[in-house]
């Protein structure tokens, strides 16, 4: 399938914004997500975008999208420990069959 | 249900058994997904179901995978002569609309096979 790509770690300290990158070879995608999963706890989508945006912002959340570099990004504002997860990079053009990245762990320390 | 139940939550099998996983969607999601997520990988999507029927089976890797969901609401994995490479977390998900991906996953079922 096509290529979703991701950083595997970040560490960031409590208080600062977290950045968060994500490539992809797919151009027909029509949708991007990302989803965050913790500990014994299922996936949960906390947004997406469609293709024809390029930011979108939601609270903490700012997603910001480069479709000319395929090139998408989680920016969380002023990270909390309970930020600490592993966030999923996805996209699809069918609504269903989603394309995941390996996901990036991000730690937020005190 | 509040929210996608999945059970059981961890099945530890022998090669060559057969195993079943079910999912319980949430109340009034029409569609269903299965996903499999490998141990440092992302999920992988196997099969979508609209309403009863399987609307694409692609993701499914060889015919020991099969799943049904005769009644549109509970779904069963189902998986004949395990081998240790299916060792994996099951993933369900449920959804409203099958259009924007917004799903809605359960916790998932360890499975390993020995």
């Known amino acids: 399938g096509e290529d979703v790509e991701q950083s595997l770690f970040l560490s960031v300290r409590e208080g600062d914004s977290s950045v968060i990158n994500c490539t992809y070879t797919d151009s027909s995608s029509t949708y991007l997500y990302w989803y965050k999963q913790e500990p014994g706890a299922g996936l949960q989508l906390l947004t997406y975008?469609?293709?024809?945006?390029d930011m979108k912002q939601d609270q903490r959340l700012t997603v910001l999208l480069n479709k000319k570099d395929k090139h998408l990004s989680l920016r969380i504002a002023d990270t909390q420990t309970g930020d600490s997860a592993i966030y999923f990079c996805?996209?699809?053009?069918?609504?269903?069959?989603?394309?995941f990245g390996k996901g990036t762990s991000l730690l937020v320390t005190p | 249900g509040a929210g996608v139940s999945q059970t059981p939550s961890n099945k530890v099998t022998e090669k060559g058994k057969y195993v079943e996983l079910r999912c319980d969607p949430i109340?009034?999601?029409?569609?269903l997904y299965w996903y499999r997520q490998s141990l440092g990988q992302g999920p992988e999507f196997l099969i979508y179901f609209q309403g009863t029927g399987a609307a694409d089976d692609s993701g499914l890797p060889n015919d020991r995978f099969f799943a049904v969901r005769p009644e549109g609401s509970v779904s069963t994995l189902k998986i004949q002569r395990t081998e240790r490479g299916d060792s994996a977390m099951y993933l369900c998900?449920?959804?409203?609309?099958?259009?924007?991906?917004?799903?809605?996953f359960g916790e998932g079922s360890r499975l390993t096979v020995l």
């Open positions: 998900a449920s959804s409203f609309s099958v259009n924007t991906g917004e799903l809605f």
């Open positions: 975008i469609f293709s024809n945006m």
């Open positions: 996805a996209e699809g053009n069918s609504g269903y069959a989603l394309n």
């Open positions: 109340s009034g999601h029409t569609a």
